[in-house]
């Protein structure tokens, strides 16, 4: 998702989520529909939109509402929350096979739901935010819970709750999930980790004073992020830090406005810290362990790198 702050996106952005007009007509909340065989759904990252793009006439249509969109876990995940930031409405979505929608879990009207990190294909961690009749957000209720994506129950993580939770990673193998929470008085952010597998488990304080709430897990590190520097247990580099950062694979993938404020991608070959492909005019890309499909104002782009 765009990195947009979470204790920005929930504690100002959703202000007056209670205010819910009910008159409103339901194409207010409506995700883009294809209306012919050159279009596919994807993920425009600059606009935090999902988007129908025509692969023939390299267009896209959306829902322009203002103050309505979805977030996105990353782009190797076709789940996503959309919601309204005045209104509310939210949900946790599917998008399947790039062509239509599946509504998982439908928030109360008092409730916001954003991606934190993926599980599986099947399962996946989202913050869930409560507000009160003026629209402030209850703080001491903020809390993170797993959610199934089949049967859209969620599991509630008791000790996670009141933390101002921002962005978070989860490492599979070891059951072990990382979340960064914002610190109100000193403007930074602390790093925990929690045994998801061992109920018992207590939550850990891992780092403090954090500058920046990005974390990510790849091939067995984790990745934190300081202003403008990503680094792990085998050193840091600098990078031209965007909105849409992404770890997978031994690359950093990061999307930022270049020249005339159009979207770049850079990737990043953490093991050189060389950029080894810039990308312009990007809208959204798909990444696999060899391979990234580029979907630009231009045409898609398949591009190797191994």
Do not use: W
């Given at each position: 998702?765009?990195k ?9 952005l959703?202000?007056?989520?209670l205010?819910s ?21 994807i993920y ?13 006439s390299?267009t ?14 990353s ?29 998982i879990y439908e928030a ?5 739901v954003?991606p934190?990190?993926?599980?599986d ?12 009749a ?24 008791n000790?996670?709750e009141?933390?101002l939770?921002?962005?978070?990673a989860?490492d599979?193998e ?6 960064t ?8 952010y ?8 061992d ?7 891992c780092e ?8 990510y ?7 934190l992020t ?10 840091s580099?600098s ?13 950093l993938?990061t ?6 404020d159009?979207p770049v991608?850079?990737v ?33 782009e ?5």
């Open positions: 998702m765009k947009v702050l979470k204790h920005l996106a929930i504690g100002v959703l202000i007056g989520i205010c007009c009910k008159g409103n007509s339901a194409s207010k909340y409506e995700l883009p529909k294809l209306s012919n065989d050159n279009e596919l759904i425009d990252r600059m606009k935090m939109k999902l988007v129908a793009y025509n692969a023939e390299l896209e249509t959306y829902n322009d509402e203002a103050n309505y969109y979805q977030y996105s876990f782009p190797l995940s076709n789940i996503y929350t959309t919601g309204h930031s005045i209104d509310g409405h939210f949900k946790i979505i599917s998008c399947d096979n790039s062509k239509s929608f599946r509504t109360e009207d008092n409730e916001a954003f934190l990190t993926s599980i294909e099947k399962k996946g961690f989202f913050v869930f935010s409560t507000y009160k003026d629209g402030s957000e209850e703080y001491d209720k903020r809390y993170i819970a797993k959610v199934d994506y089949s049967s859209g129950k969620k599991q509630k993580l000790k996670t009141g933390l939770i921002s962005e978070g989860y599979i070891n059951h072990i999930l990382y979340f929470s914002y610190n109100e008085d000193m403007d930074d602390t790093l925990y980790k929690l045994n998801y597998s109920e018992n488990s207590e939550l850990d304080v403090q004073n954090l500058k920046s709430s990005n974390i897990f790849d091939n067995g590190h984790l990745y300081d202003l403008n520097n990503i680094f792990c247990q085998d050193g580099f990078y031209a830090k965007g909105d849409n950062d992404f770890v997978n694979n031994g690359y993938f999307i930022y406005l270049g020249n005339d159009v991608l850079d990043v070959d953490i093991s050189n810290k060389q950029v080894i492909k810039t990308i312009s005019g990007i809208i959204d890309y798909k990444h696999d362990s060899d391979r990234i499909v580029a979907y630009t104002f231009d045409g898609i398949n591009i190797d790198i191994n």
